[in-house]
């Protein structure tokens, strides 16, 4: 059974810090891996898709890697911003697992101005 | 730009009661995915939703729910009989094939008394 994990739990940077989110997951067969941003009460918002195939994506401030042999993820941000103040939450899509996605418990992040 | 639409935001009932969840996925999308999130834990996968028929789902899901298409534009998820530890935010979620990017809507708020 795929159980994902991300470490830390909490972090708190000042702003324009660069910063590193991780993710890790059990199981490598995966057929890809979704970063989304929960903001407190409030629905996902993905952020990135990275397919199995796939080795990083960028979008804006936000970079994800990913090395399915070694089951990580990392989320970079480049000069957060309070705005960035939110939980990140990685989730994948498992080969043996149909489409339903498996979450990790989330970092929350807090960017102090 | 398209978006998950999820009504009501929050829904109060009574241990028994019966709930239906309303969504409304992205237009062009085929597949619709149900997800919980009880207070303080891990986003849960409940069900998906492919082609007039569930395609996977999980032990959560039971035969206490129910999941259904009604019409082009609506998806429901029902509870028959509520239970206290139903009590959760419910995210509604739906993709353009499987295996692609998911969308989530803002999510419903159940409150089970």
């Known amino acids: 059974k795929q159980e994902v994990t991300q470490i830390p739990a909490a972090l708190s940077v000042p702003e324009g810090e660069n910063l590193v989110l991780n993710c890790s997951f059990t199981d490598s067969a995966i057929y890809n891996l979704q970063w989304f941003r929960q903001d407190p009460g409030k629905g996902l918002t993905s952020l990135l898709l990275?397919?199995?195939?796939?080795r990083e994506q960028t979008s804006g401030r936000l970079n994800a890697s990913l090395d399915k042999s070694s089951g990580r993820s990392t989320l970079y941000i480049a000069a957060s911003q309070p705005g960035d103040s939110a939980t990140y939450l990685c989730a994948v899509s498992s080969n043996n697992a149909g489409n339903m996605l498996t979450f990790g418990g989330g970092t929350r992040l807090m960017v102090k101005p | 730009e398209p978006e998950v639409t999820q009504t009501p935001s929050h829904q109060v009932t009574q241990m028994g009661q019966e709930v239906i969840l309303r969504c409304v996925p992205i237009?062009?999308?085929?597949?619709f995915y149900w997800y919980r999130q009880i207070l303080g834990q891990k986003v849960e996968f409940l069900v998906s939703f492919y082609n007039n028929e569930i395609s996977e789902k999980s032990e959560i899901f039971d035969d206490q729910f129910s999941v259904e298409r009604p019409d082009g534009s609506n998806f429901t998820l029902k509870i028959r009989s509520t239970k206290l530890e139903d009590s959760a935010m419910y995210f509604c979620?739906?993709?353009?094939?499987?295996?692609?990017?998911?969308?989530f809507g803002p999510g419903t708020r159940l409150t089970v008394l």
């Open positions: 237009s062009n999308h085929l597949y």
């Open positions: 979620a739906s993709s353009e094939q499987g295996f692609n990017e998911q969308f």
């Open positions: 990275i397919q199995s195939s796939q």
